[in-house]
């Protein structure tokens, strides 16, 4: 069984930037297909980022595509989210969420605790 802990986020001004991490324990996490997703209050959890076991594909959501990028360290179990030009719609408590499935990206059940980023000036 693996477990996540995700860190980094907080207050960051429009158009500013973060990076967000996320170290696994226990589990094969170099097999996991890795996956970041966002829930903003009163909206349902969306996948934002999913990237592939050895990490040389990824994909994103329309919202975050061409400012976030997803990549992983299978030597260190992490794997990271840099989010770059950050609006005030991206704000939301981040989830890391290991082995959704890869077509879908429908999540499984396993997630870190979240951690929140807050884009306002």
């Known amino acids: 069984q693996v477990q996540l802990v995700e860190s980094g986020g907080g207050l960051v001004q429009p158009g500013g930037s973060v990076r967000l991490s996320c170290v696994a324990s226990g589990g094969a996490f170099r097999l996991l297909v890795m996956g970041w997703y966002r829930q903003a209050p009163g909206k349902h959890r969306e996948l934002v980022a999913i990237?592939?076991?050895?990490?040389?594909?990824?994909r994103y959501a329309d919202s975050v595509k061409g400012r976030f990028t997803i990549s992983r360290d299978n030597a260190k179990k992490m794997v990271d989210l840099e989010m770059n030009s950050l609006k005030p719609e991206d704000t939301a408590a981040y989830y890391c969420n290991a082995g959704p499935a890869w077509g879908t990206g429908a999540p499984s059940d396993y997630w870190g605790q979240g951690t929140q980023v807050t884009v306002s000036s």
């Open positions: 990237i592939s076991t050895t990490g040389g594909t990824s």
